[in-house]
């Protein structure tokens, strides 16, 4: 990532802020060249699972790294997963914007930042899903920015009445419901019923019978 990457961007909706990064502009900035590298094995190490009966050193050991690497990026194996996680999930909101923006009318917009932001659930295995949810402060990691995709989703519904492209609606509402696809349909529980898709392929599917419904609406009274 550049440092330019490592800033956070303004958001393009008024009084939509995305969460605070848990690792700050200023020390991502600070890491080495191995310290990024570090940073990217072990998402692909905590992504697939597994992770959970893994000590710091084992984790040096998968990563090929020394345990003081880890340290200084992370002073502890949480906080270290924790922000892992957070970095990935801010990569994918950023391309979700930069999705969003390539549009022009904003059911366009949302039909492809919604897209682009259930890629967060793409690689996540069950296993994954069950471990991080047993990680302090996952929870709350995880609710910032599933609030963040719900307001960026309200905006543009509301953008979407505006212009008259669907009817009005509940827009709050119907943001939790779009916002929160990904997100359920990675649920341990959920996931592990899936016969043929996966998490993403299903949010994507509902968020489209949902889209096109609205589509449908169009001009119609309510």
């Known amino acids: ?61 998968r990563l090929g790294c020394s345990l003081r690497t880890l340290y200084e990026i992370s002073p502890s194996k949480d906080e270290l997963v924790l922000a892992v996680v957070d970095r990935r999930l801010r990569r994918i909101g950023r391309r979700a914007i930069a999705a969003c923006e390539a549009q022009d009318p904003p059911l366009a917009a949302l039909r492809a930042y919604l897209r682009t932001a259930n890629e967060a659930v793409q690689p996540t295995t069950v296993a994954f899903a069950r471990e991080f949810a047993d990680v302090p402060g996952a929870q709350r990691l995880l609710d910032a920015h599933e609030g963040y995709v719900v307001a960026v989703t309200r905006s543009l519904l509301d ?32 996931a ?31």
């Open 1 to 61: 990532m550049s440092a330019s990457e490592a800033k956070a961007a303004p958001s393009p909706f008024a009084g939509v802020r995305a969460p605070k990064p848990l690792l700050a502009p200023a020390a991502e900035q600070r890491l080495t060249p191995r310290q990024r590298e570090v940073l990217g094995a072990l998402e692909d190490l905590v992504v697939r699972g597994g992770f959970a009966e893994l000590t710091m050193a084992e984790i040096a050991a």
């Open 159 to 190: 953008r979407a009445v505006a212009d008259g492209d669907i009817s009005a609606v509940d827009s709050a509402a119907l943001a939790h419901v779009l916002g929160g696809l990904g997100r359920e349909f990675s649920r341990p529980e959920v």
């Open 192 to 222: 592990a019923t899936a016969v043929t898709s996966t998490a993403k392929q299903s949010a994507d599917a509902i968020t489209e019978i949902i889209l096109r419904g609205l589509e449908r609406r169009k001009g119609t009274l309510v």
